[in-house]
């Protein structure tokens, strides 16, 4: 899509609709398992809802326009487009490398479900994966981290990924397209929660893969059908339509968190804080050359698990929840699921609210 235009343009471009007279502006979404049949056999467009629906594809082509990709393909959750993915490219007797400081559940799936397999699995921190990309045939890169917003630099890890024919594969929930685009940084696939800030309103769970190579798109058309692990087409329609305000949303989310870790950072009752648009925040530099928005997370260490929890008591606008890029400032506290951090360590979501309450909000919680 045109440079020339904004990223709320862009959104709301990428779920327009073609301007048929008497047809819906937005249109809703097409719920149907099965398909008329054409006596022409193969001319249909959908036949069965488990290999196609026209409600995805809408998604899809918007998604694949945000991603800079020549193709997108919706899934089920996060999960099962990163699963899919991992399926489709670490085959037995490959190494794969995955984070060792990103979502924990994708570490699980690594060792639980294709160790088994004969894939090789090295989880390595974001300092270490250039160096584990030297001896590997599939990256997964994860980038900000979640939970500790370390940023990988794409341009770097691509070229090692390039040289080696390692596939590269980023994570692009954290920034989503409006934050990074990894295709044009050197990732050969993206894959992304779309439960978080793109639908940003804590009610489904969707996921979806965007890339340029043919040949890995089709094997993962296939993956998703004979795995079966679609998106339900309603889902689909709410991510379209949440989709036309994520510009303005992700916005208010991006500023917000910004001046929430400008608001604790030294903070008397805060050991540390990670926010990569933060000028001394050791991945600024990276952020800065690969970034166009720093997201909507900001890490935050208080000094132990009841002073997350009394934070959260305290105040009047935060919302305790595991998940994030909703419409609510959230907060969770990452030890409670087993991440590899302090019992104080909370990751906090920015919500859309007024910058200046929720600052005010978060403050007079933490001096209370
Ligand atoms: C970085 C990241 N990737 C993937 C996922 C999985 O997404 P989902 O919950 O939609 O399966 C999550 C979930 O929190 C996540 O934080």
């Not at 008397?268 to 925040?281: A, E």
């Not at 030890?335 to 920015?350: E, L, N």
Request: proline share 5%.
């Amino acid at each position: 899509m045109s440079d020339r235009y904004g990223d709320s343009t862009r959104a709301v471009k990428a779920v327009s609709s073609q301007p048929i007279p008497g047809e819906p502006v937005g249109p809703g979404p097409v719920l149907a398992s099965a398909f008329h049949l054409s006596e022409d056999e193969g001319s249909e467009a959908n036949t069965y809802g488990r290999g196609s629906n026209p409600s995805w594809h809408r998604l899809e082509a918007a998604l694949a326009q945000l991603e800079d990709a020549a193709a997108a393909l919706t899934f089920g959750s996060g999960m099962a487009a990163i699963t899919a993915a991992l399926r489709v490219t670490a085959k037995p007797g490959s190494v794969l490398v995955v984070p060792a400081d990103g979502y924990y559940q994708v570490r699980r799936y690594a060792t639980e479900s294709l160790a088994p397999l004969g894939v090789t699995i090295r989880e390595v921190s974001s300092e270490q994966i250039y160096q584990a990309a030297e001896e590997a045939d599939v990256v997964l890169a994860e980038t900000p981290t979640n939970p500790a917003l370390d940023v990988v630099d794409l341009h770097r890890l691509g070229q090692i990924c390039r040289r080696r024919g390692a596939r590269l594969l980023v994570d692009n929930t954290t920034a989503t397209p409006l934050g990074q685009q990894p295709l044009s940084l050197g990732a050969d696939l993206v894959v992304a929660s779309a439960t978080k800030a793109l639908s940003g309103h804590s009610d489904l769970l969707a996921g979806y893969a965007a890339g340029s190579h043919p040949e890995l798109m089709a094997a993962l058309e296939r993956e998703r059908l004979l795995s079966g692990a679609i998106l339900g087409s309603f889902e689909a329609w709410l991510v379209s339509r949440s989709l036309g305000s994520v510009g303005l949303r992700f916005e208010r989310q991006c500023q917000n968190a910004l001046a929430l870790a400008t608001a604790l950072h030294r903070h008397p009752r805060i050991r540390s804080v990670r926010y990569p648009g933060l000028p001394d925040d050791p991945s600024y530099a990276v952020a800065v050359a690969q970034m166009r928005r720093f997201g909507g997370l900001v890490s935050v260490e208080l000094a132990d698990a009841a002073a997350v929890h009394d934070l959260v008591r305290r105040s009047e606008l935060l919302v305790a929840s595991t998940s994030f890029g909703g419409i609510h400032t959230s907060v969770d506290r990452r030890a409670r699921w087993g991440d590899p951090v302090a019992d104080g360590f909370a990751r906090i979501s920015a919500g859309i609210e007024d910058t200046d309450d929720v600052v005010a909000d978060v403050l007079a919680a933490l001096e209370s």
